[in-house]
């Protein structure tokens, strides 16, 4: 569940990729308004722009990635189909968006759902340009319902495979993360959903990227949504097929309950996750919320630089 209450709480770039050596990654230097849950990043042209859970699906802009200006949600009043799908989910609230070019549109998947139920759908908007804002509704992607579904329709990722083919990842708790191929036409599901992680306490927030000779698949684990007593982890697993077996540094399989820690809470910086992978030139960076203890558990936007290793493990060190 990538955020989960209005109680608690009021980035694409395409790309392909614990702890290994001394020296901590470069956490950028962010400033302005960072308030955000489960952002996702994407850069238009010289303009950044993150996408985040919140009442109608909040959103940021910067020119350079650290300095972060607010802007308008992006709807001002509930589709007409959300509740058919969440008939009790909170008001105009919209859940764990994820932005991505794909083609010549811009697509945001994104969800509505009822907290701690499965009761859920992905939705998708998508617009010829961010700057422009043209945006269009296409409609419901995926759903979920409880008592009947063992998946929930929740936390969508768009990946492209090295064939240049778009599959979405999805899942939060129940019966974990899953992945589902798309027509690139409709950019809705083309054929039955797969399991591909499952962890008993907790697994949700997929982000699937490719680098080299695999897909990295990146999980948020644990619970959110407490503030600074949330114990959020992002972890990690690799295959060789988009559509896994995902194992961790250790071998064992995320099916499993696998899943090597890439970073957990410190002293400030409480329960990181709702992430998102992605890649700038040759570069990576780690984007996602961690709860503030210093400004009140506040869920606020951090993004470091990502490396992979000599094995080809991702890291937060180099």
């Not at 308004?33 to 699906?57: M, Q, R, V």
């Not at 697993?237 to 090597?260: F, K, L, Q």
């Amino acid at each position: 569940m990538k955020f989960r209450s209005r109680l608690v709480f009021a980035l694409s770039l395409l790309g392909a990729s614990c702890l290994a050596g001394t020296a901590r990654a470069d956490e950028w230097a962010l400033t302005g308004s960072l308030i955000a849950h489960d952002p996702s990043l994407i850069k238009e042209g010289n303009s950044w722009w993150c996408f985040y859970t919140g009442a109608g699906l909040p959103s940021k802009t910067s020119p350079d990635g650290r300095a972060w200006t607010l802007r308008a949600p992006l709807f001002s009043k509930e589709l007409s189909w959300w509740r058919t799908y969440a008939p009790h989910m909170g008001k105009v609230d919209v859940w764990a968006p994820d932005i991505h070019q794909f083609g010549s549109r811009y697509w945001l998947y994104y969800c509505v759902s009822e907290f701690g139920e499965n009761n859920s759908a992905i939705g998708l908007m998508s617009c010829s340009s961010l700057a422009l804002g043209d945006w269009r509704d296409d409609g419901m992607v995926i759903s979920s319902k409880s008592g009947t579904d063992t998946y929930n329709a929740l936390d969508p990722d768009l990946t492209v495979d090295c064939d240049g083919r778009p599959w979405l990842s999805f899942g939060s708790w129940f019966s974990g993360i899953y992945i589902v191929p798309l027509d690139p036409s409709t950019m809705k599901p083309a054929g039955a959903p797969r399991n591909i992680a499952y962890r008993e306490h907790g697994i949700e927030g997929s982000t699937i990227v490719h680098r080299g000779a695999y897909y990295y698949l990146f999980t948020s684990i644990d619970r959110c949504c407490q503030g600074a007593a949330s114990t959020y982890k992002i972890s990690f697993g690799r295959a060789t097929n988009i559509t896994g077996p995902y194992v961790d540094e250790s071998g064992v399989d995320m099916m499993n309950g696998g899943g090597t820690i890439l970073e957990q809470g410190g002293p400030r910086w409480k329960g990181p996750g709702g992430q998102d992978v992605k890649q700038i030139g040759s570069s990576w960076v780690l984007v996602r919320h961690a709860y503030d203890a210093e400004n009140q558990g506040s869920p606020t936007l951090r993004i470091a630089d990502l490396y992979f290793d000599a094995k080809g493990w991702p890291t937060l060190t180099r």
